[in-house]
C-alpha cells in the first residue's frame, strides 16, 4: 500500500473512534456538570438536612430546603404506578403472547404504540382536563390535582414499555415447556400463568424496572396534574411535588443558593436513575443467560 | 391381556395432506409397544392423537374413533386424559424451576396443596424413574443444571407424579448418549409393570430390546403391528421385512 | 371433569385478561378520539398561519410550528454524522471487546436518563454559553437521539453480509472505500427508522426543551430562528395548557401532535416491513 493511502486509512479511522467515543464523553459530561453543580447546595445545607429535612420552602425569608417529601412522592408515585400498571401490563401481555388471534393481536400492537408514541404533555393535558375534575367530584374533595392523579397518569405512561417487553418475553419461551404442562393436563392458561410466565421472569422483571425509570422520571405530565405543593405525601388526595417537578417548577425564577439546591435534587435523581439502570442491566443479563 | 387403546379407523388430515390413514389398533395394558417407520410415516402424529396434542395444531381434522379404557376419547375431558395418558418428549424439556418443583407441578396442577404429600409423590416419582439418588441432596436447585439424561430421566419422573396408566414416549432417547439411552430403556423395562408405554423410535435395536409389540408404520398407514420377535424375525408384509432388514428407511 | 377451584382459577384469570385487554384498548381509545374531537374543531387556517399577537387578541401557531421544523432538522443535521459514525466504529473498527461494551453501556445510559435532567444539563452546558435558542435546545436533543440513531444503524450494519465486505476488499479497496460504497449503502434502512424514531422522540420532547431553547412565539427564518429561543409545538402545549388557560389552542395542538405522531408510528412500521422484504 502507498504511504498517503495507509496515512488516510489511519485518520480515517481516527475519526470514526473519535465519534465512537462521542457517546462516553457525553455520560461523563452529563455526570460531571451534575456532580460539579449538584454538590455545592447539598455541602451548603448538609447533607442530612437535604436529604431528610421533611420542609421545602425555598421563597420564605428563612428558607429551608428539605427535599423528604420531593422523595417520598416520586417513590410512592413510582410504586403506585407500578402497582396499577404491572398487573394491567402483565396480563395484557399474556394475552396478547399466548391466545389473542393474530388480526386482535395486531391491532393491540398498533394501539400499544399508539400509547408509546403520544407525547407526555397530551398526557398532562389529558389528565388535567378530564382526571383531575373526575377525581374532585368522585371523591368529593377540594382539588383532584394530586398524588393518585400522577399515580394513574404513569400508569398508562408506563404500560406500552411493559406490554412491549414482556410480550417479547413471554414469546421467546419454548414451546417445549407449554407441551410439557399440557402433556401433564394442565389446562392452557394454567400453562401460561404457572410456566410461561415464570420462564420470563426475567424479561417481565426488567420490562418493570423500565417502567420504574420511566416513571421516576417524568416531568411534565406529573406537573400538570399533580398539583405541585412541596407537601409530605401523607394521602393520596394531597396535592404533591416530585422529584422532577421540583427541579422544574422552580428553576425559571430561581437564584443562590435555591439554584443550587434544584441542581442537587437533580443530582439525586440522577443517582436515583443511575442505580435504576444498573438494575435493569441486571435483569437483562439474567435473559441472555437463560 | 386386556387392550387399554383401542383406535378403529382414525384418519387425520393437517389441511388437505392426510397423515394418517384407516388405523386399526389394539394396545395392551402393562406392556411396551414400539411405533417404528421412516420419518414422516405418521407414528409421532399417531402417538400424539392419544392424548390429543394435536388438538393444539391448527387445521387438524380427525375420524374414527380412539377408546381408551372403554370411554371415546375426544368426548371427554382433554385435560383429565392427558392426566391418565402422560408422554415425555423427544428433546427433555423440564421447565426453567427447581427439580422439586417440576416433579410437583403436575399433582399440583391437580390440586394436591399438602406439602408431606407432595413430597412423598415427589420422592416416589424420583425414584421410580431411578434419579432420586443423583438428585435428593439438590432438589431445590435448577432443573436446567441436569445433564440430558438425567434431565429426560426427571421428565419421566414429572409424567410419572401425576399417575398415569399409559405413558407415551416420543424418540425419548434421540437426543441422548449411549449411556443415558441404555439407563432409560432399562427404566423403561421396569416401568412396565405398572405403567403401559407407547413408544416412538428411530432406533431398530432399541424396538426389539425393549418392546413387547410393534407398529411398523408407513406412509401414514398401519402396516403391520404383532409380537415385536415376530415382526423382525419374519414379518408378514414385504415393505415391513425391506424396513426392519435396513433396505430403506 | 376438572375440579371447581381449577375451573374458578381458570375463569378468574380469563376475566381479569379480558379486563386489562379492555383497559389498555379502552385508554387508548379514550385519550386519541378525545384529543381530536377537542382539539380538530379548533384546528384553523388562522391559528396554523399566524404568530400571537395581544393587539388583535389572535393566537397563531405559525412560529411553533416553524420552530418545531427548525429543531428537528438541526438536531438531525448534527446526530446523523455522531450517531451513525459511532455505529461504524462498533460494528467496523472496534476490536477491542472492552471498547465496545463501554460505548454500549454508555449508549444504555444515555437512553435512561430523564428528559428533565437533560434540560438541565443542556442549561449549563450550551444555554449559558450560546444563549438559551433553538440550537441550544437542538443541541441537547442531538445527545439525546444519539443512542437512538446509533443502535438501529448498529442493528442494520450487522445485517449487512461479510461476504460484501470480503468482495470489496478481495478488489483492492481500503477500508474506507469499503464502508462508503459497501456498508453504509447497505445500512440505509437502520438509519432512516432511526431518523423517524428520532423525529417522532423530538416532537414529543418537552421537559429538555424548556430551559434550553425557551418559549417564544416569534416566526423567524431558520438560521435566526436557530440562534433565537422559540417554542416547540409540544412546549407551546405546556405553556398554553398550564400557564395561560388556553385550552382550546392546547388541544388543537395535541390533535396536531397526535396525528403526527400515529403517521410516524405508521411510517416506522411501513419502513421495517418493507426494508425487511427487501433483505429476503
Known sequence: ?290 | MNSIITAQDLCLWYGQSQALKNINIQIPERSITALIGPSGCGKSTFLKTLNRMNDLINGVRITGTVEYNGTDIFSQDVNQLRKEVGMVFQKPNPFPMSIYDNVAYGPRTHGIRNKAQLDEIVERSLRDAAIWDEVKDRLKKNALGLSGGQQQRLCIARALAVQPKVLLMDEPTSALDPISTLKIEELATNLKETYTIVIVTHNMQQALRISDRTAFFLLGELVEYGDTEQIFSQPADKRTEDYVTGRFG | ?280
Open chain 1, 1 to 290: 500500500m502507498k504511504k498517503s493511502s495507509k496515512l488516510f486509512e489511519g485518520f480515517v479511522h481516527g475519526i470514526f473512534l473519535v465519534l465512537g467515543l462521542v457517546t462516553i464523553a457525553c455520560v461523563l459530561i452529563i455526570t460531571v456538570y451534575l456532580v460539579a453543580s449538584g454538590i455545592p447546595g447539598i455541602v451548603e445545607i448538609g447533607l442530612t438536612d437535604f436529604l431528610f429535612g421533611d420542609e421545602w420552602a425555598s421563597t420564605a425569608a428563612e428558607p429551608k430546603y428539605g427535599i423528604l417529601p420531593f422523595i417520598l412522592t416520586s417513590i410512592y408515585g413510582t410504586l403506585g404506578a407500578i402497582i396499577i400498571g404491572v398487573p394491567i401490563g402483565v396480563l395484557t401481555a399474556v394475552y396478547l403472547a399466548k391466545i389473542a388471534p393474530s388480526s386482535v393481536k395486531n391491532v393491540m400492537g398498533q394501539m400499544v404504540s399508539i400509547l408509546a408514541g403520544i407525547p407526555s404533555v397530551v398526557y398532562g393535558l389529558v389528565g388535567m382536563m378530564v382526571l383531575v375534575p373526575g377525581l374532585r367530584k368522585l371523591f368529593d374533595i377540594p382539588d383532584g390535582a394530586s398524588l393518585l392523579a400522577a399515580i394513574i397518569v404513569l400508569a398508562v405512561m408506563i404500560l406500552p414499555s411493559i406490554i412491549k417487553m414482556s410480550v417479547t418475553a413471554l414469546e421467546a419461551v419454548p414451546q417445549e415447556y407449554e407441551d410439557a404442562s399440557l402433556a401433564l393436563g394442565a389446562t392452557a392458561e394454567e400453562t401460561y400463568f404457572r410456566v410461561s410466565l415464570p420462564a420470563a421472569k426475567s424479561g417481565v422483571a426488567a420490562s418493570v424496572v423500565l417502567g420504574v425509570g420511566r416513571a421516576i422520571g417524568e416531568a411534565m405530565a406529573v406537573m400538570m396534574v399533580a398539583g405541585n405543593a412541596p407537601n409530605m405525601p401523607d394521602s393520596l388526595f394531597q396535592s404533591v411535588r416530585f422529584l422532577t417537578t421540583a427541579v422544574a417548577s422552580e428553576m425559571s425564577y430561581s437564584s443562590g443558593l435555591q439554584r443550587q439546591a434544584l441542581f442537587s435534587i437533580a443530582l439525586v435523581l440522577f443517582v436515583f436513575i443511575m442505580l435504576i439502570n444498573a438494575l435493569l442491566n441486571f435483569f437483562l443479563k439474567g435473559e441472555k443467560k437463560e
Open chain 3, 1 to 280: 371433569m376438572i375440579s371447581r377451584s381449577r375451573k374458578l382459577f381458570l375463569w378468574t384469570v380469563r376475566c381479569l385478561m379480558g379486563l386489562a385487554v379492555a383497559v389498555t384498548g379502552g385508554i387508548t381509545l379514550f385519550i386519541v378520539f378525545y384529543v381530536l374531537a377537542q382539539g380538530l374543531p379548533n384546528i384553523t387556517w388562522e391559528l396554523l398561519s399566524t404568530s400571537p399577537s395581544y393587539l388583535s387578541d389572535r393566537i397563531g401557531i405559525l412560529p411553533d410550528i416553524l420552530n418545531t421544523v427548525y429543531i428537528i432538522i438541526a438536531t438531525l443535521v448534527i446526530v446523523l454524522p455522531l450517531g451513525v459514525g459511532a455505529a461504524v466504529y462498533l460494528t467496523e473498527y472496534a476490536t477491542n471487546r472492552r471498547i465496545v461494551s463501554v460505548i454500549e453501556y454508555a449508549a444504555e445510559a444515555l437512553s435512561g436518563i430523564p428528559s428533565i435532567i437533560y434540560g438541565l444539563v443542556g442549561m449549563l452546558m450550551f444555554s449559558n454559553n450560546i444563549g438559551t435558542s433553538l440550537m441550544a435546545g437542538a443541541l441537547t436533543l442531538v445527545i439525546m437521539n444519539l443512542p437512538t440513531i446509533m443502535r438501529n444503524t448498529q442493528e442494520s450494519l450487522k445485517t449487512v453480509p461479510q461476504s460484501y465486505r470480503e468482495g470489496a476488499f478481495g478488489l483492492g479497496a481500503g477500508k474506507w472505500r469499503v464502508i462508503r460504497t459497501v456498508v453504509l449503502p447497505n445500512c440505509v434502512d437502520g438509519i432512516v427508522t432511526g431518523c423517524i424514531l428520532s423525529v417522532g422522540r423530538i416532537l414529543g420532547e418537552s421537559a429538555a426543551l424548556l430551559f434550553t431553547a425557551g418559549f417564544a412565539h416569534m416566526a423567524n427564518g431558520f438560521f435566526e430562528g436557530l440562534g433565537s429561543a422559540g417554542a416547540t409545538l409540544t412546549v407551546a402545549l405546556y405553556i398554553y395548557a398550564k400557564e395561560q388557560g388556553e385550552f382550546e389552542v392546547a388541544f388543537a395542538i395535541a390533535s396536531i401532535l397526535m396525528i403526527l405522531a400515529m403517521l410516524i408510528n405508521l411510517s416506522a412500521t411501513l419502513v421495517t416491513k418493507k426494508f425487511q422484504r427487501r433483505k429476503k
